[in-house]
């Protein structure tokens, strides 16, 4: 069974940092691809970034591309998403998710979603 647990978001100043991760069971990170999304109330599910399993490589959003930094912890199973100068825009749900497909920006290639974690940046 496959498992995503989100946790680290929370409230935090215009300019501040904030780090996710994602605990994994279930999946192995060196095969798909582990990528993180967010949904502001009103919009679209947004693609964040994406780490493939066979390459190790990154794929960035537009929006959060030079403040974000996705990595993850073969040991551990964990995925972490580093995000610094936050701007109120990118309060959302930031929710975790496992594609068997590897790299992939679009959420319905993805197969198995985390329940998400809340992230407020104040101006």
């Known amino acids: 069974q496959v498992q995503l647990i989100e946790s680290g978001g929370g409230l935090v100043q215009a300019g501040g940092s904030l780090r996710l991760s994602c605990a994994t069971s279930?999946?192995?990170?060196?095969?798909?691809?582990l990528g993180w999304f967010r949904q502001a109330p009103g919009r679209e599910r947004e693609f964040v970034a994406v780490i493939r399993g066979s390459s190790g490589r990154v794929y960035y959003g537009e929006s959060v591309k030079g403040r974000f930094t996705i990595s993850r912890d073969d040991g551990s199973n964990i995925v972490n998403l580093q995000m610094s100068s936050l701007e109120p825009e990118d309060t959302a749900v930031y929710y975790c998710?496992?594609?068997?497909?590897?790299?992939?920006?679009?959420?319905?290639?993805?197969?198995?979603w985390g329940q998400g974690t809340q992230v407020t940046v104040n101006s």
């Open positions: 998710a496992a594609s068997k497909r590897g790299y992939s920006d679009s959420a319905a290639l993805y197969d198995y």
């Open positions: 279930g999946i192995s990170l060196s095969t798909g691809g």
